[in-house]
Antibody
Framework: EVQLVESGGGLVQPGGSLRLSCAAS????????MSWVRQAPGKGLEWVAN????????YYVDSVKGRFTISRDNAKNSLYLQMNSLRAEDTAVYYC???????????WGQGTLVTVSS | QSALTQPRSVSGSPGQSVTISCTGT?????????VSWYQQHPGKAPKLMIY???KRPSGVPDRFSGSKSGNTASLTISGLQAEDEADYYC????????????FGGGTKLTVL
């Protein structure tokens, strides 16, 4: 059974940093692109970042470029999102999701809440 | 990277059909056959319902169908059931120069 479990969310002050993790199981993690997608409270979904199977390619939504870094450790079946210079508008539930060949997201974690507030 | 346009809400009675539209541009919906749809119940993670415009993952009822014409994609749910009440989001790959994805703003489906 495919499972994605996020962790690392919490309350952080504006300008602060946080590192999210996503533990994957039930599939060959190293064979898939992976993504982070976020959802602000009461709002819609927003794609945040993608990373290729071997970590050689990474892509970001414009609003987080230069502040967020996606990475992965295939030996640990884990996906990460390092978030720096956090802003109030980054407040959201962050989901990790698996990307399939059809360029859609077929499995999602339960999400982890990040709140940026003073 | 503008969001795709969806109606804020739609409704229908049990057994009826509803269609949710998703309008983008030639750079996303109109440019690729990589449109997907997600169902999200309150407090839950999104669930993939349709991919590649019209394909259903294993386990998704055939009451759910997808289509596309030009820059607009559509999700049709026939034989509405109470458990279909949820938020629905469309998503399109929008590669152009660098790979990225855009979602619609979401549509709240109410089963009357």
């Amino acid at each position: 059974e495919v499972q994605l479990v996020e962790s690392g969310g919490g309350l952080v002050q504006p300008g602060g940093s946080l590192r999210l993790s996503c533990a994957a199981s039930g599939f060959t993690f190293s064979s898939y692109w992976m993504s982070w997608v976020r959802q602000a409270p009461g709002k819609g979904l927003e794609w945040v970042a993608n990373i290729k199977q071997d970590g050689s390619e990474k892509y970001y939504v414009d609003s987080v470029k230069g502040r967020f870094t996606i990475s992965r450790d295939n030996a640990k079946n884990s996906l990460y999102l390092q978030m720096n210079s956090l802003r109030a508008e980054d407040t959201a539930v962050y989901y990790c999701a698996r990307v399939i060949l059809s360029l859609s997201f077929d499995y999602w974690g339960q999400g982890t809440l990040v709140t940026v507030s003073s | 990277q503008s969001a795709l346009t969806q109606p804020r809400s739609v409704s229908g009675s049990p057994g009826q059909s509803v269609t949710i539209s998703c309008t983008g541009t030639s750079s996303d919906v109109g440019g690729y056959n990589y449109v997907s749809w997600y169902q999200q119940h309150p407090g839950k993670a999104p669930k993939l319902m349709i991919y590649d415009v019209s394909k259903r993952p294993s386990g998704v009822p055939d009451r759910f169908s997808g289509s596309k014409s030009g820059n607009t994609a559509s999700l049709t749910i026939s034989g509405l059931q109470a458990e279909d009440e949820a938020d629905y989001y469309c998503c399109s790959y929008a590669g152009s120069y660098t790979p990225h994805w855009v979602f619609g703003g979401g549509t709240k489906l109410t089963v009357l």
